[in-house]
Every structure is written in structure tokens, then in C-alpha cells.
């Protein structure tokens, strides 16, 4: 049963990037709860729920070991226990959800209904805890699919509490009725599907003053990408890519992050360069700056004179990459965070902003991890006219990382109702409209460029002015409703006569 549960689970993954196989995913999510559902106990639940996970969290977060390999003399021993390790605490979310569902449910409906609440209420409170990291959601299996527009009303997890509820039918009413939850179901999944149909019919509307960007993408391996024999070719490649003639002359050009090979207050004498390669465009670029014993992972905005009009430092930082928690007691051992700029790490921002760039709208930046996390988007203190995404996905290999992670900020379109525009060393580069889907791109591990138009903006959704708090109330709601139903006793009724 248990390799049962953790195949379920590795099948489960098929449905994250780049696969996409939705069906199948939903199918293993139905036959894992099937089997989950049957177990005898609390125990039994916890550890059939655990084995689920875990296969579901090695499939979906194998790239973890990538990064370990950058530098592998230094790092390589870690990786087979980041995968372990961060499959097994994630996946110790969801034996926590499934074990109470067995220690609350007394029959396979009272479990069922029990884990709906408690799995969904896991998935948002993995994203929030101990930092968060709300990777490979199990909403995430409809990127691409007419149901994810309904993230949009009631934001990733409420989708994913519509998912597990339509997979957990069939096992709540048994073999026996087997036939029936799989139409139960269905019609469950048919809602967000019908609502993201219409809603892809829908035309979004273009900006009332169009803007011409440039996306520029340079391809350089991280293993190469701080080399000193290398900096000035990337950094010229910056350049090169920012100044060749297109059809149209851009208002404004993107570079990745950390696109810049030198500290922010050290780069009076660069600045200039890359306002002539840039013309009359603004560039936003990645960088790196001090600010005392502080370094920061930044983005910075230059004008067509090559003033400094913006910097943003990014305040959602990786743990044990950009920052070692408890980081002097691992420091004695020799343990530093994979990305750090400063002896321990970097020093977080003082938290999201929504940058005015005038005439070019106002901008809600993103670099690199941030755009895993809905709650860091909807908490913006104001509405931005589009989001910008900028990351070095070198780190995550080339099979499943950047994909994932080009699949959240499609996700991040559609609950906010905003374009994205996403700028990625290695890439996936992209433009992606409000709706999700991606215009155009470049693809992974390519040296190029995307000289497109900023599709425009929708209203702001029901997600983007509600955030989370409709999910949390709705959650607790049919918690205490499940504890009422669960306390009350059966009625003693009259013997038939024999």
C-alpha cells in the first residue's frame, strides 16, 4: 500500500510543468485518497497521507538538487538531503491533514469531508509558514487549463479545495459506487472549467497608450556567470542585445536579475553604458548593492540619461540560499547560503512595492522566488498596471525548475488580472497577458530577445481585492461545521418487532 501511495504521488507530479498532464494528475490525486480513505486510524491516515505526499513532492521538486551542483565540491554532498529533506517536510503537511481527517472522520464520508478542509487548509499553510514555500500547489495541475481563470474569484487554494473535493467522491462512496463519485466528481470539476471557459472568450483590452518592450535573455550557465573571464562577455552581450535595431524602437528594456556584474554603488562609471546601448528606452535590471554591512538582491530603473529613478531590494529571500537561518551557529561549520553576496547572505527589503515609472505605468516588481507567492502579490499597498518578473533560473537545472516556475507567474496573471513580464538569464523568458497565457517567448538555454507590445490589464479581480481572508473564513467555516456534525449523536430509534 505504501509504495502504492508514494507511485500515486510521483504520478500526481506529472501534472506540474512541463508535463502539464492534468487528467492524469487528478486521476492519481482520486486514486490516492481512494486508498488513503480506506485506512484504519489516525496512524494509518497520517502514513498513507505522508506516503502520498512525499511521492508527490520528490516528483515535482527533484530540480532542488541542481543548485548543489553549481558548486560541487563545495555543495554536492547536500543535495540527495535537500530532496529528501524538502520532500519529507512538505509532505509531513499533508500526514498532519490526512491524520486528523482519520482521528475526526468515524466513516469514509466524515473522513472525506474532514480532508477536503484540513488538505486545503495544509497547502495554504505550507505557503505561509516558517517563511512559506508555496511551490507545486495542487492547483498548479490546471496551468494552461480553462479551470485555472477561476483562481481569479477564489485564488489557488480555493481551486485547489474544488480539486481535492471533486477527486475525494469516489472515495468517499466507495467501490461499491464507484461510477457515481466519478460523475460527482466531474460535475465538481466542471464548474471552474465552464466560468474559465467564458472567460477565455473574453477579449482583454489593450493599454489605451501602447508600450513597446524588450526583454533581453543572454543564456549565461552559473557556472560561468561570476567567472572572471566571463562577466565582461555577458555584460557586453547585455548591451549588444539592448541596442540592435527591431521594428519598432522600444520605451523600455528588461534585463534579468543580478544582469549587472557589479555592486550598485560601485556602477557610476557602467550606468552610463547601458543608457547609450538603451537609447531613449528605461532599462530595469538586476543588480546588487550595500547599503552598509547590508548587501541586497535588487532591481534598479535608469531614465534615457542614465539617472537612477528606482531601486527595489527583493524581501522575500530563499532560505539556506540567499540567507542561512541561524546563520553564525552554521557558519562555525562552514555552512554559507548558495547565493550569498555578504558573509551571511543578504539582508531582505523592507517588503513588496509598486514602482511609478510615469508614462510607462506603474510596475509591481518580482525577482526570482517572490513570484511563488500569492499572498506577497495581492499585498501590494496599491494596484500596479502590470508585474514584472525578473530571475536567474540557471540555478534550477533544465528539465523541470524554470518551467515550474514560468507556470506560477502565469498564475499570478490570472488571480491579479495583470500582464507579467518575465526576464530570465537562462530563461523562460516571456510576455504573458492577463489571462495567463503566454504570448511569446524565448525558449530555455537561448540567446535572445522579445521586442513586443504590454498587453493590457483587466479589472482587478475578486482574488486581487479579497486575498486569502475569503478561503481562511470559508475553511473555519466548514471546519465548525464538520465539528457539529461530527458531535452530534445518533438517535436512538424504536426495535422493529420481530
Not at 89 to 100: K, P
Not at 310 to 335: M, N, Q, S, T
Request: charged share 15%.
Amino acid at each position: 500500500m505504501t509504495l502504492g501511495l508514494v507511485g500515486a504521488g510521483l504520478v500526481m507530479a506529472t501534472g506540474q510543468a512541463p508535463l502539464g498532464w492534468s487528467w492524469l494528475a487528478f486521476l492519481a490525486l482520486m486514486a490516492g485518497l481512494f486508498m488513503s480513505l480506506g485506512a484504519e486510524g489516525w496512524r494509518g491516515s497520517a502514513w498513507r497521507g505522508g506516503a502520498l505526499g512525499f511521492g508527490y513532492f520528490c516528483g515535482t521538486l527533484f530540480w532542488i538538487v541542481e543548485p548543489f551542483f553549481v558548486d560541487a565540491v563545495r555543495h554536492a554532498w547536500m543535495a540527495p538531503f535537500a530532496l529528501v529533506g524538502l520532500a519529507g517536510f512538505m509532505a509531513s503537511y499533508w500526514s498532519l491533514a490526512f491524520g486528523l481527517a482519520g482521528w475526526l472522520g468515524r466513516d469514509r464520508m466524515r473522513r472525506a469531508m474532514w480532508l477536503v478542509v484540513l488538505l486545503s487548509a495544509a497547502e495554504m499553510v505550507r505557503s505561509y509558514a516558517f517563511t512559506g514555500f508555496a511551490w507545486a500547489l495542487i492547483s498548479y495541475m490546471w496551468v494552461d487549463t480553462p479551470q485555472l481563470q477561476s483562481v481569479a474569484l477564489i485564488g489557488p487554494y480555493g481551486l485547489t479545495l474544488v480539486t481535492v473535493a471533486a477527486a475525494a467522491v469516489p472515495g468517499a462512496l466507495g467501490a461499491a459506487r464507484m461510477l457515481l463519485g466519478l460523475f460527482v466528481g466531474g460535475a465538481i470539476l466542471s464548474l471552474p472549467a465552464m466560468y474559465g471557459l467564458w472567460q477565455m472568450s473574453q477579449p482583454v483590452p489593450p493599454r489605451e497608450s501602447p508600450l513597446n518592450v524588450r526583454i533581453v535573455q543572454v543564456n549565461a550557465p552559473q557556472h560561468l556567470k561570476w567567472h572572471p573571464d566571463h562577466i565582461p562577455t555577458y555584460f557586453r552581450r547585455h548591451l549588444d542585445l539592448s541596442a540592435q535595431e527591431g521594428e519598432t524602437e522600444p520605451d523600455l528594456i528588461l534585463w534579468p536579475e543580478t544582469a549587472v556584474p557589479y555592486m550598485l554603488d560601485q556602477a557610476d562609471e557602467v550606468l552610463p553604458y547601458i543608457s547609450n546601448a538603451a537609447g531613449d528606452a528605461t532599462v530595469v535590471f538586476g543588480i546588487q548593492r550595500r547599503a552598509g554591512s547590508d548587501a541586497h538582491n535588487s532591481l534598479a530603473a535608469i531614465d534615457a540619461d542614465g539617472a537612477l529613478i528606482h531601486v527595489y531590494d527583493k524581501h522575500h529571500l530563499v532560505p539556506f540560499g540567499e540567507f542561512f537561518p541561524w546563520a553564525h551557529f552554521f557558519g562555525r561549520f562552514g555552512l554559507r547560503g548558495l547565493a550569498e553576496a555578504a558573509e551571511f547572505g543578504y539582508t531582505p527589503g523592507p517588503g513588496i512595492e509598486v514602482l511609478d515609472l510615469g508614462p510607462l505605468g506603474k510596475m509591481l516588481p518580482l525577482i526570482c522566488y517572490e513570484a511563488i507567492f500569492p499572498h506577497d502579490v495581492w499585498g501590494a499597498p496599491e494596484r500596479a498596471d502590470w508585474i514584472l518578473h525578473i530571475t536567474n533560473d540557471a540555478w534550477f537545472g533544465n528539465i523541470a525548475g524554470p518551467h515550474q516556475h514560468l507556470a506560477q507567474a502565469q498564475v499570478r496573471a490570472v488571480e491579479q488580472g495583470l500582464p507579467v513580464l518575465r526576464a530570465a538569464n537562462t530563461g523562460i523568458s516571456a510576455i504573458i497577458d492577463a489571462r495567463g497565457q503566454v504570448l511569446t517567448s524565448v525558449p530555455l538555454n537561448t540567446i535572445g530577445t522579445i521586442d513586443g507590445v504590454l498587453p493590457g490589464s483587466l479589472p482587478p479581480t475578486l482574488y486581487a481585492r479579497s486575498g486569502d481572508w475569503p478561503m481562511v473564513l470559508f475553511l473555519l467555516g466548514l471546519g465548525t461545521g464538520l465539528l457539529l456534525l461530527t458531535a452530534r449523536k445518533p438517535v436512538d430509534r424504536p426495535s422493529q418487532p420481530t
